[in-house]
């Protein structure tokens, strides 16, 4: 296994189709979804349950509520497969082409990617959003000081995480 596509939810049920279609479209085949429901109360966990009989890739994980988003987070990363990291939050979408081309540009496991565009409220591209970093401490100042885990999209090499 390659990737690891990790997406939490908490009552997405509006938006979390679009998301995992949008995960389930990549050209790049060979990756587990990690899907974490975080204690919904709407329908959101019936979605993730139908969705994860269709394909074998989604991994469905249900959790009581927890205190915030950073649990969830080291909890994908504790139990991902990949050589690679990637989230999608629930309410966002992801281009069909999106782990192959970062995959493309990372094969040698030092670069941590970032982009994505800047759209408006009524879908107008406002520009691209584009991150690199080719070193461990370029990437933990970034952590600490701009947070950029965030960005849809991120791919972010799991050797990263043991150093």
């Known amino acids: 296994m390659k990737v690891t596509i990790f997406t939490s939810c908490y009552n997405q049920a509006p938006y979390i189709k679009d998301c995992i279609e949008s995960v389930l479209c990549q050209t790049h085949t060979d990756f587990e979804y990690l899907l974490i429901d975080d ?22 994980i249900f959790l009581s509520k927890y205190p915030n988003i950073g649990s969830v987070l080291n909890l994908s990363i504790s139990i991902m497969k990949g050589d690679y990291w990637v989230w999608v939050p629930s309410d966002d979408l992801i281009l069909p082409s999106l782990v192959e081309k ?29 991150f690199f970093w080719d070193n ?18 991120v791919m972010i090499p799991y050797a990263l995480f043991n150093r």
Request: one cysteine or more; glycine letters at 8%; charged letters at 35%.
């Open 136 to 153: 461990n401490s370029d990437f933990i100042n970034r952590v600490w000081n701009d947070c950029f885990i965030g960005m849809t999209g």
């Open 39 to 60: 204690g919904s109360t709407d329908n959101t966990k019936d979605i993730i349950k139908e969705y994860s009989k269709r394909d074998k890739r989604i991994k469905p």
């Open 102 to 130: 970062k995959l493309k540009i990372s094969d040698d496991n030092t670069i941590i990617l970032g982009c994505g565009d800047k759209i408006d409220k009524d879908s107008k591209f406002l520009g691209a959003i584009k």
